[in-house]
Protein backbone atom coordinates (compact mmCIF):
# COMPACT_ATOMS: atom_id res chain seq x y z
CA UNK A 1 0.00 0.00 0.00
CA UNK A 2 3.10 2.67 0.32
CA UNK A 3 2.26 5.20 2.09
CA UNK A 4 -1.15 4.77 2.11
CA UNK A 5 -2.82 4.32 6.17
CA UNK A 6 -4.63 1.16 6.44
CA UNK A 7 -6.68 2.18 8.95
CA UNK A 8 -8.09 5.74 9.90
CA UNK A 9 -9.92 7.41 12.51
CA UNK A 10 -13.15 8.43 11.60
CA UNK A 11 -14.58 9.83 15.16
CA UNK A 12 -13.13 9.56 19.02
CA UNK A 13 -15.50 10.65 21.45
CA UNK A 14 -14.94 10.93 25.40
CA UNK A 15 -17.72 8.54 27.63
CA UNK A 16 -16.59 10.05 31.21
CA UNK A 17 -13.59 10.43 32.97
CA UNK A 18 -11.30 7.97 31.89
CA UNK A 19 -13.20 5.88 29.15
CA UNK A 20 -13.10 6.74 25.01
CA UNK A 21 -14.59 5.33 22.43
CA UNK A 22 -13.13 5.56 18.88
CA UNK A 23 -14.36 4.24 15.44
CA UNK A 24 -11.61 3.04 13.13
CA UNK A 25 -11.76 2.31 9.49
CA UNK A 26 -10.13 -0.45 7.54
CA UNK A 27 -9.43 1.53 4.52
CA UNK A 28 -8.92 -1.40 2.07
CA UNK A 29 -12.03 -3.26 3.35
CA UNK A 30 -13.90 -0.58 4.67
CA UNK A 31 -15.61 -2.35 7.69
CA UNK A 32 -15.37 -0.35 10.94
CA UNK A 33 -14.72 -1.24 14.43
CA UNK A 34 -15.38 0.16 17.44
CA UNK A 35 -12.92 0.50 20.26
CA UNK A 36 -13.43 1.23 23.55
CA UNK A 37 -10.63 2.01 26.63
CA UNK A 38 -11.34 2.23 29.84
CA UNK A 39 -8.19 3.12 31.65
CA UNK A 40 -5.73 0.64 30.88
CA UNK A 41 -7.84 -1.66 29.66
CA UNK A 42 -9.71 -1.60 26.06
CA UNK A 43 -11.90 -3.97 23.55
CA UNK A 44 -12.38 -4.02 19.78
CA UNK A 45 -15.11 -5.30 17.87
CA UNK A 46 -16.86 -4.91 14.47
CA UNK A 47 -19.41 -2.28 13.75
CA UNK A 48 -23.12 -4.29 13.29
CA UNK A 49 -26.38 -2.36 11.82
CA UNK A 50 -29.57 -3.31 13.57
CA UNK A 51 -29.86 -6.43 11.58
CA UNK A 52 -26.74 -8.20 12.96
CA UNK A 53 -24.45 -6.94 9.37
CA UNK A 54 -21.50 -6.12 9.88
CA UNK A 55 -21.20 -1.92 8.62
CA UNK A 56 -18.85 -1.51 5.83
CA UNK A 57 -17.76 2.14 5.18
CA UNK A 58 -16.94 2.47 0.79
Known sequence: ???DKRFTIDEKGGLGF???ATI???NE???N????NIGESGGLTP???SK???I???
Open 29 to 31: TGV
Open 33 to 36: YLFV
Open 47 to 49: LLD
Open 18 to 20: VSN
Open 56 to 58: VTR
Open 24 to 26: IVD
Open 1 to 3: MGK
Open 52 to 54: GNV
